[in-house]
T-cell receptor
Framework: DSGVTQTPKHLITATGQRVTLRCSPRSGDLSVYWYQQSLDQGLQFLIQYYNGEERAKGNILERFSAQQFPDLHSELNLSSLELGDSALYFC???????????FGPGTRLTVL | AQSVSQHNHHVILSEAASLELGCNYSYGGTVNLFWYVQYPGQHLQLLLKYFSGDPLVKGIKGFEAEFIKSKFSFNLRKPSVQWSDTAEYFCAVNNDYKLSFGAGTTVTVRA
C-alpha cells in the first residue's frame, strides 16, 4: 500500500457523460500527478499540481480538467466522454517537485 | 521530446533463470531514473530509483539496475527470478517533474 488513495475503483458510464475521479495523496506529499494508462497509448502523463497550483501539463485533452484543493486532495474531471477515454487513471504523489512518485490503485473507467 | 525505450515487449523465462530488461532514454541532461513494477490487477510499485552517486542501484525483491550515462541506459537485472516476479515492468525518466514511461515489458515466469 503506497498511501495514495483513489476513488472510485471502477466507473462505468455512457458516452457524453461527465465523471469525477478523486485522489488523496500520501500524508505530507504536496505534489499530485495524474496519468492515463490504456492499451494503445501506454502510460501517459496528464497533469501535475503542487500545493494547489498547476505545475505541468502533458497530453491532457481540453475535455479533461483537474484541480488540487487546500487539503491537497485532487480531482480529475472528464467530460463529454468518448469510447476512447476508457482506461485506467492513476494518481501519484510526491513530497516535493522531482521527488519519487508513489502511485495509487487507480480508477478503471469504462465508457459504453 | 524525451522518450524512453524498452527493448523487449514480452519475456518468458523459467524460475531461477536470470533476467535483464533493457531501457534507453533520449534526454541528455540530468535525469532521475526509475523502474516500476505492476503485478496483475495492481497499481504501479517502485522497484528502484537512481538520482545520483553509485550507478549500480539495488532495489526491492532482489532487483538491481545499472545506470550507464554514456549509453543513456538503465537496465534492470535479477540473478534468479521466481514465479511471483510475473508482472509488467516499466522504466521511467523524471524530467521537468513528470515521468515519461517506456511501453513496458511483460515478464512471464514459468514454474
Amino acid at each position: 500500500d503506497s498511501g495514495v488513495t483513489q476513488t472510485p475503483k471502477h466507473l462505468i458510464t455512457a458516452t457524453g457523460q461527465r465523471v469525477t475521479l478523486r485522489c488523496s495523496p500520501r500524508s505530507g506529499d504536496l505534489s499530485v500527478y495524474w496519468y492515463q494508462q490504456s492499451l494503445d497509448q501506454g502510460l501517459q502523463f496528464l497533469i501535475q499540481y503542487y500545493n494547489g497550483e498547476e505545475r505541468a501539463k502533458g497530453n491532457i485533452l481540453e475535455r479533461f480538467s483537474a484541480q488540487q484543493f487546500p487539503d491537497l486532495h485532487s480531482e480529475l474531471n472528464l467530460s463529454s466522454l468518448e469510447l476512447g477515454d476508457s482506461a485506467l487513471y492513476f494518481c501519484a504523489s510526491s513530497r516535493g517537485l522531482g521527488d519519487t512518485q508513489y502511485f495509487g490503485p487507480g480508477t478503471r473507467l469504462t465508457v459504453l | 521530446a524525451q522518450s524512453v525505450s524498452q527493448h523487449n515487449h514480452h519475456v518468458i523465462l523459467s524460475e531461477a533463470a536470470s533476467l535483464e530488461l533493457g531501457c534507453n532514454y533520449s534526454y541528455g541532461g540530468t535525469v532521475n531514473l526509475f523502474w516500476y513494477v505492476q503485478y496483475p490487477g495492481q497499481h504501479l510499485q517502485l522497484l528502484l530509483k537512481y538520482f545520483s552517486g553509485d550507478p549500480l542501484v539495488k532495489g526491492i525483491k532482489g532487483f538491481e539496475a545499472e545506470f550507464i550515462k554514456s549509453k543513456f541506459s538503465f537496465n534492470l537485472r535479477k540473478p534468479s527470478v521466481q514465479w511471483s516476479d510475473t508482472a509488467e515492468y516499466f522504466c521511467a525518466v523524471n524530467n521537468d517533474y513528470k515521468l515519461s514511461f517506456g511501453a513496458g515489458t511483460t515478464v512471464t515466469v514459468r514454474a
